[in-house]
């Protein structure tokens, strides 16, 4: 069994992404081919926005938007403490400061009133200057955008929705990607909408900001390629990745999300009462990156996930270390009582297998195991 089935979708859509790459070979127009520009086109409609920007990864995607914000050293940039990596990295790359906000303990995402207090307390300091919200809606789950958007407007923060998991994701109809200021997604294989390597694509309404990063992504470029006019970097994606995922979008928006939801909807029925199954907040649509149970404890979830290898089933723990623990922060000492509901999910999640292709067997399969391992 596969935790995310890539090989399968490939058998599925070997026809046409087969073609997709083919032409492109034949094309010689490896960079900046035609498909760069139209997938850039689908993919800002499917989202309802009228910018899409693409370029070579998620994490670059965050980069160019702090970029296009001219976020500096004294900065501070609230961001959630469980998420991946990327998402405090790209601030402190930028010479800005990460302040990490904890996370609702049921929908995995940003607490509203953890921003609040965090924004009030870094004010308070007076050390650093707030600069702007990242969002991220984790596992597929948008954030909880009417609260934080209210608590931005009040500070005057922009946000910057890092959907790297949550492409197709939805608050009563308005689609992930959409709820940021800037927004961006990564394409890396297994988010819910993947290429064949690297890739990622910045939104925005804001056609000051577009320009910006269409800009940076390019070496700064001015009116043409070799007029530089700031300091950028070499940020494209590949027009092969462009074809392919042109061909993968559309298999998304026909059937996949559609799929990826009954599934989630099997693994509730079969586990509801049984573990602690995902919260889905009323008009909230998720895109299932992972489906991500909750244990008892530390030693329930690494017994559960000890078992679940031996039967032959993968599962993984997204993530292990909130944010303030991790090595590269260990220097800001930030306590674990400032973010306490993000150190306790490090201990008690597991991500079960989940992708569009997964079958009801499987998924039988599966929560017979976790059954059997709690001897419910
Ligand atoms: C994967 C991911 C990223 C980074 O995307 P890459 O394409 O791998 O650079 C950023 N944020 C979150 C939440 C992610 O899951």
């Given at each position: 069994?596969?935790?995310?089935?890539?090989?399968?979708?490939?058998?599925?859509?070997?026809?046409?992404?087969?073609?997709?790459?083919?032409?492109?070979?034949?094309?010689?127009?490896?960079?900046?081919?035609?498909?760069?520009?139209?997938?850039?086109?689908?993919?800002?409609?499917?989202?309802?926005?009228?910018?899409?920007?693409?370029?070579?990864?998620?994490?670059?995607?965050?980069?160019?938007?702090?970029?296009?914000?001219?976020?500096?050293?004294?900065?501070?940039?609230?961001?959630?403490?469980?998420?991946?990596?990327?998402?405090?990295?790209?601030?402190?790359?930028?010479?800005?400061?990460?302040?990490?906000?904890?996370?609702?303990?049921?929908?995995?995402?940003?607490?509203?009133?953890?921003?609040?207090?965090?924004?009030?307390?870094?004010?308070?300091?007076?050390?650093?200057?707030?600069?702007?919200?990242?969002?991220?809606?984790?596992?597929?789950?948008?954030?909880?955008?009417?609260?934080?958007?209210?608590?931005?407007?009040?500070?005057?923060?922009?946000?910057?929705?890092?959907?790297?998991?949550?492409?197709?994701?939805?608050?009563?109809?308005?689609?992930?990607?959409?709820?940021?200021?800037?927004?961006?997604?990564?394409?890396?294989?297994?988010?819910?909408?993947?290429?064949?390597?690297?890739?990622?694509?910045?939104?925005?309404?804001?056609?000051?900001?577009?320009?910006?990063?269409?800009?940076?992504?390019?070496?700064?470029?001015?009116?043409?390629?070799?007029?530089?006019?700031?300091?950028?970097?070499?940020?494209?994606?590949?027009?092969?990745?462009?074809?392919?995922?042109?061909?993968?979008?559309?298999?998304?928006?026909?059937?996949?999300?559609?799929?990826?939801?009954?599934?989630?909807?099997?693994?509730?029925k079969r586990l509801d009462g049984v573990v602690e199954t995902p919260v889905m907040p009323?008009?909230?649509?998720?895109?299932?990156?992972?489906?991500?149970?909750?244990?008892?404890?530390?030693?329930?979830?690494?017994?559960?996930?000890?078992?679940?290898?031996?039967?032959?089933?993968?599962?993984?723990?997204?993530?292990?270390?909130?944010?303030?623990?991790?090595?590269?922060?260990?220097?800001?000492?930030?306590?674990?009582?400032?973010?306490?509901?993000?150190?306790?999910?490090?201990?008690?999640?597991?991500?079960?297998?989940?992708?569009?292709?997964?079958?009801?067997?499987?998924?039988?399969?599966?929560?017979?195991?976790?059954?059997?391992?709690?001897?419910?």
């Amino acid at each position: 069994m596969q935790f995310r089935d890539l090989k399968k979708q490939y058998e599925v859509l070997k026809e046409d992404i087969d073609k997709a790459m083919l032409d492109v070979a034949a094309s010689s127009a490896y960079i900046s081919g035609p498909q760069v520009k139209e997938l850039e086109k689908e993919l800002a409609e499917y989202v309802g926005v009228k910018h899409c920007i693409s370029c070579a990864n998620g994490t670059d995607a965050l980069t160019l938007a702090l970029m296009a914000w001219g976020v500096k050293p004294g900065d501070a940039v609230f961001v959630p403490d469980f998420t991946f990596f990327s998402s405090a990295e790209v601030v402190s790359f930028e010479g800005a400061t990460p302040v990490f906000v904890d996370v609702d303990a049921d929908t995995f995402n940003m607490d509203p009133e953890d921003l609040e207090r965090k924004i009030e307390e870094t004010i308070k300091a007076g050390i650093l200057t707030p600069k702007a919200i990242i969002t991220v809606d984790l596992f597929g789950l948008p954030a909880n955008y009417p609260a934080i958007r209210a608590i931005a407007d009040r500070h005057g923060l922009p946000i910057l929705e890092d959907s790297a998991q949550g492409f197709g994701g939805a608050i009563e109809g308005q689609r992930d990607c959409s709820f940021g200021d800037i927004a961006t997604t990564s394409f890396f294989p297994a988010k819910p909408l993947g290429c064949y390597g690297d890739g990622g694509a910045c939104f925005t309404d804001n056609d000051e900001w577009a320009a910006l990063m269409d800009s940076y992504r390019v070496h700064g470029k001015g009116t043409f390629k070799y007029d530089n006019v700031r300091i950028g970097m070499n940020s494209r994606l590949d027009t092969l990745q462009a074809a392919i995922l042109q061909v993968k979008l559309k298999a998304f928006a026909d059937y996949e999300l559609v799929d990826v939801n009954k599934a989630a909807v099997e693994y509730t029925k079969r586990l509801d009462g049984v573990v602690e199954t995902p919260v889905m907040p009323h008009g909230f649509y998720s895109s299932w990156a992972p489906y991500t149970i909750k244990l008892a404890d530390k030693q329930q979830r690494d017994g559960l996930q000890a078992h679940l290898k031996e039967a032959g089933i993968p599962s993984m723990v997204y993530y292990p270390i909130p944010m303030h623990k991790e090595t590269a922060y260990k220097d800001m000492n930030v306590k674990d009582s400032s973010c306490p509901v993000a150190t306790h999910l490090c201990d008690v999640v597991l991500s079960l297998p989940m992708h569009p292709y997964i079958t009801v067997e499987q998924i039988d399969e599966i929560c017979k195991e976790v059954k059997k391992y709690l001897g419910k």
